[in-house]
């Protein structure tokens, strides 16, 4: 089964640094995708980043990019110059495009915190 | 705005009672999945409809059941309601079910607050 752990349930920052919320996830398949996903106070969510596991490059949205190291299962989202609207819910989510399921399996969360 | 819309926005209602939470996807969206969240379980999937057919479940209990309708919204209904059920249900849209565009945009979600 496939899993995801965000080993940081809570972090703060201080406005316009940067800041690091990691993602560790389980599975046995070769392709799939990840997805960062960003929940405010309005309890929306958001997507912030994507990452297909056959591209090699990591991806990257503006202020937001991650750290894809798919031997180690690992895929880490970096904010830079934080802002004080990034303050959220951050969620991993796990993708496996086949079997029947496109569902999504998400990490517990990493409460992020920007600090003025 | 994700383009994906859920009404209402919040629902109070009591134990044994029957909701219906509804789901408009995005313009030209055929997929249509169902979230809970909650404080306890996290979010979880429930259910995935594409074009009106069922697609996948998840840990979606018998008392719960959905549907996506020729228009391609879809509802949500939650029967025999217990204080558990309490969460946030999210409903969640993508053009398709793999490729490119499997990726999934959220609506607001709708509270749901069981007394």
């Known amino acids: 089964a496939q899993t995801v752990t965000q080993s940081q349930p809570e972090m703060s920052v201080q406005e316009a640094e940067t800041v690091t919320l990691s993602c560790t996830y389980d599975?046995?398949?070769?392709?799939?995708?990840l997805f960062w996903y960003k929940q405010p106070p309005s309890r929306q969510m958001i997507l912030v980043i994507r990452q297909e596991a056959y591209k090699q490059q990591n991806a990257t949205e503006n202020r937001f990019s991650v750290n894809f190291q798919k031997a180690a299962k690992s895929f880490s989202l970096k904010i830079s110059d934080s802002q004080l609207g990034d303050t959220a819910m951050y969620f991993c989510?796990?993708?496996?495009?086949?079997?029947?399921?496109?569902?999504?399996?998400f990490g517990k969360g990493t409460k992020l915190t920007v600090n003025p | 705005d994700s383009g994906v819309t859920q009404t209402p926005k919040h629902l109070i209602t009591a134990t044994g009672q029957r909701v219906t939470l509804r789901c408009s996807p995005r313009s030209g969206d055929l997929s249509v999945y169902w979230y809970q969240q909650s404080l306890d379980q996290g979010l979880q999937f429930l259910i995935q409809y594409y074009n009106g057919e069922e697609r996948a479940k998840g840990n979606i209990l018998e008392r719960f059941s959905a549907q996506q309708f020729p228009d391609l919204h879809s509802e949500l209904n939650l029967s025999s309601l217990e204080l558990g059920d309490s969460a946030l249900y999210f409903c969640?849209?993508?053009?398709?079910?793999?490729?490119?565009?499997?990726?999934?945009?959220f609506g607001p979600g709708t509270r749901l607050l069981v007394l």
């Open positions: 599975t046995s398949e070769n392709n799939y995708y």
């Open positions: 969640a849209s993508s053009l398709r079910t793999s490729g490119d565009q499997e990726t999934q945009y």
């Open positions: 989510a796990f993708r496996f495009p086949r079997g029947g399921s496109e569902k999504l399996v």
